[in-house]
């Protein structure tokens, strides 16, 4: 059965940092895609970074230049360096990975941003 753990959330003042964390099992994470994902109250879930089985990886325009998704083979994990933190990168933050048929999510860990 595939599983999802996120960590590392948190409050952190705006200008800071946090890195998040997703631990993974039941699949064969080396071959996986893996995405994280935001939702703010009130909004819908959003794409925030993706890194592929070949080290791939793409973001979200209001995160660029800011975040930084990587993985770690040996350890099933991928995380999420999230710097120069903005108030409006407040939300919880869901890893994410589509093992056929369907998809998974873990349990979300919340960031908040602010004074």
């Known amino acids: 059965q595939v599983q999802l753990v996120e960590s590392g959330g948190g409050l952190v003042q705006p200008g800071g940092s946090l890195r998040l964390s997703c631990a993974t099992s039941?699949?064969?994470?080396?071959?996986?895609?893996m995405d994280w994902y935001r939702q703010a109250p009130g909004n819908q879930r959003d794409l925030v970074a993706t890194i592929t089985s070949g080290f791939s990886t793409s973001y979200a325009d209001s995160v660029k230049g800011r975040f930084t998704i990587s993985r770690d083979n040996a350890k099933n994990t991928v995380y999420l360096q999230m710097n120069s933190l903005k108030p409006e990168d407040t939300a919880v933050y869901y890893c994410?990975?589509?093992?056929?048929?369907?998809?998974?999510w873990g349990q979300g860990t919340q960031v908040t941003v602010s004074s």
């Open positions: 994410h990975v589509k093992v056929w048929p369907g998809d998974y």
């Open positions: 039941g699949m064969i994470f080396s071959s996986k895609t």
